[in-house]
């Protein structure tokens, strides 16, 4: 496993980080839950990320299980919040902020966090009120670094004018193979700031695994087909331009020598300003597979081509 400093931070990061968006908060199993989180530690595997959304806390209370007799200083541990956790709480005022980063912290079992990101920005908040909130936890000991997930640029560039308060060192967008819009702008406003990015969905949910074929039934077992977990799938992503362009993808990563997951991550990872992929397991032999996508020097010309099978795949779904 490589690893990568996260911004103008001094952590350095697993190139392939836990997820538990949509597994650990109720899609799986707690026993399957806890026995990849075993697993990605066993695979060198130090970035874990969370939020205390992910099925209102039950994903931390999961990770704080799993982690439970593990040394502290062995991982990264990363949560988030904004999104209502009830009728009342919910977005990113100061009380918020002390009241989810507290709520986290118990269900964790842990006495601070080394990363806390803003899950989206709150416009019924002033900003520099959610600045200083962040700044004192970071004071207090709580968390040790801050970053944000899916701000609008200007609000990125806002928070980074201001003084005297703690600056950004990672962003968490979704980005893939068949999702690169950060590329627009978040990414060169990010490298010229010291932030890195922890990118979420790198294998668009399932999708460029090569697990749904064109015109068949998807399978029963997966994400897709899961009433927890399929909700969020973006369906042109299951139309046939698109899963025929996945399926030629399969091909270029043989090529290389690689799963179709390990390709998708790996072309995830050729770009500089990536920390980590995060990726989704329900079982503990995902993460066996995906982890191997780590420190792989794949041919440019391979990753070129299937830039340009996904462009004309979205296109034509599109057009559909």
């Given at each position: 496993?490589?690893?990568?400093?996260?911004g103008n931070s001094d952590l350095m990061v697993s190139e392939i980080s836990l997820g538990s968006w949509l597994t650990y908060s109720g899609g799986v199993d707690k026993e399957r839950a806890i026995a990849c989180i075993?697993?990605a530690l066993e695979l060198g595997i130090t970035f874990l990320d969370t939020a205390n959304i992910y099925g209102r806390g039950a994903a931390e209370t999961v990770l704080g299980e799993a982690l439970a007799g593990v040394d502290r200083a062995s991982y990264k541990?990363?949560?988030?919040?904004?999104?209502?956790?009830?009728?009342?709480?919910?977005?990113?005022?100061?009380?918020?902020?002390?009241?989810?980063?507290?709520?986290?912290?118990?269900?964790?079992?842990?006495?601070?966090?080394?990363?806390?990101?803003?899950?989206?920005?709150?416009?019924?908040?002033?900003?520099?009120?959610?600045?200083?909130?962040?700044?004192?936890?970071?004071?207090?000991?709580?968390?040790?670094?801050?970053?944000?997930?899916?701000?609008?640029?200007?609000?990125?560039?806002?928070?980074?004018?201001?003084?005297?308060?703690?600056?950004?060192?990672?962003?968490?967008?979704?980005?893939?193979?068949?999702?690169?819009?950060?590329?627009?702008?978040?990414?060169?406003?990010?490298?010229?700031?010291?932030?890195?990015?922890?990118?979420?969905?790198?294998?668009?949910?399932?999708?460029?695994?090569?697990?749904?074929?064109?015109?068949?039934?998807?399978?029963?077992?997966?994400?897709?087909?899961?009433?927890?977990?399929?909700?969020?799938?973006?369906?042109?992503?299951?139309?046939?331009?698109?899963?025929?362009?996945?399926?030629?993808?399969?091909?270029?990563?043989?090529?290389?020598?690689?799963?179709?997951?390990?390709?998708?991550?790996?072309?995830?990872?050729?770009?500089?300003?990536?920390?980590?992929?995060?990726?989704?397991?329900?079982?503990?032999?995902?993460?066996?597979?995906?982890?191997?996508?780590?420190?792989?020097?794949?041919?440019?010309?391979?990753?070129?081509?299937?830039?340009?099978?996904?462009?004309?795949?979205?296109?034509?779904?599109?057009?559909?």
């Open positions: 496993m490589q690893h990568r400093r996260l075993k697993r541990l990363a949560t988030k919040l904004f999104f209502p956790m009830n009728a009342g709480d919910r977005g990113l005022s100061r009380v918020q902020i002390f009241k989810q980063l507290n709520d986290s912290l118990k269900r964790l079992r842990t006495d601070y966090v080394d990363l806390y990101q803003c899950h989206r920005y709150d416009p019924s908040t002033p900003l520099e009120e959610t600045m200083q909130a962040l700044t004192d936890v970071i004071r207090q000991g709580k968390v040790r670094y801050i970053g944000f997930s899916e701000w609008p640029v200007e609000k990125i560039r806002a928070a980074l004018d201001m003084a005297d308060v703690a600056k950004f060192v990672s962003s968490q967008p979704q980005y893939s193979l068949l999702w690169r819009e950060p590329e627009v702008e978040v990414f060169a406003l990010c490298r010229a700031n010291g932030i890195s990015q922890i990118v979420w969905s790198p294998l668009a949910q399932g999708v460029l695994t090569g697990k749904y074929q064109p015109g068949a039934e998807v399978p029963s077992n997966s994400r897709a087909a899961s009433s927890k977990m399929g909700t969020m799938l973006d369906r042109n992503w299951l139309s046939r331009p698109v899963l025929e362009a996945v399926q030629r993808v399969t091909e270029l990563a043989e090529k290389a020598g690689l799963t179709p997951s390990q390709f998708s991550l790996a072309w995830v990872l050729r770009e500089p300003n990536v920390a980590s992929a995060i990726i989704g397991a329900s079982r503990p032999e995902q993460v066996d597979e995906n982890v191997a996508a780590s420190g792989h020097a794949v041919d440019p010309a391979l990753f070129a081509e299937a830039e340009q099978l996904m462009e004309f795949a979205l296109t034509a779904a599109m057009a559909r």
